[in-house]
């Protein structure tokens, strides 16, 4: 339900209103202006506080580890033969989803089909700059395509000039053409942000009742890294104060996660989710790291690239060439 974190400070500073507008569609206002949003923020920047303490982390070689990994292909070039792959490997691998553009949803839910793994669809990707009929377009699109969760880029440019009334109305508005269950992750694009602007990023995202915030696009500047994930995860934290842990805004860390030790790295700082290409690679590592570790492989090598070759899938029957 689209109230389902009522009573957390971010949804209780951030009541909107829905009005329409001259063509129809539903469009959120803020009663708030980007003055009151400033005080708001700097109060949530006074009580962060980031724990140097690792997270709980899922085994590395059991299914769990694969339930937080978002398989991802955003690539322009990418053939319809690719995305086949990326469904089939999620399938056998049990990956939470397949992230893909709004042109490849359909084909995705279709191979997808009978199984527990979803479709998410990045929204105003990669630059966030669309204005929010786009945006809300691109939604309207997708779901009825087939996507469950979508991934959408954050203005932020209009974050670097404290636009936040702004800001704030553009997401409370997606949330409102994509109601829970869809999930919906906000993008920040971390490389461009100082630590002040990703923790009034974050705080918008709780008060729209988004479920994730989320790194990077992986298409500019740096990946996902500790600090900022840390910094992610405090944020959730404190504007979920009052709200049980399973229902709190939480974080996806994409960009740059390649090996089994990128991806405990970005867990134990707090992440749940993890975005990437890489997700059969980690998987396969995971098992290798945990058999070893239980004596039931013999150790690598010194110098030698396990992921040397790619890792066959173990079926296809769930493509369709």
Known sequence: MASSRKGSIATSVARSEATTTDGGAVKSTTRYTNDEWTKFIAQVEKDIV???????????????????????????????????????????????????????VHKCAVDLRGSNVKVACVIGFHEGTHDLLHKAQEAKQALRAGASELDIVLNYPELQTAQYASIYTELATLRLQAPHPTLLKLILETSQLTPSEIIAACAMAAAANFDFVKTSTGFRGAGANEADVRLMAACCERLGAGVPADRRMRVKASGGIRTIEDAVKMLEAGASRLGTSGGVWIVKEGRETAEQSRGLSPPVAEGFERRGSRPGLETRLFTDY
């Open 50 to 104: 980031i724990s140097s303490e690792p997270c709980p982390c899922p085994d590395v070689g059991g299914p769990a580890l694969a339930q937080t990994i978002d398989h991802t292909l955003l690539k322009l070039e990418a053939r319809a033969v690719q995305f086949d792959d990326l469904c089939a490997e999620a399938r056998v691998n049990g990956f939470a989803t397949v992230c893909v553009r709004p042109q490849w």
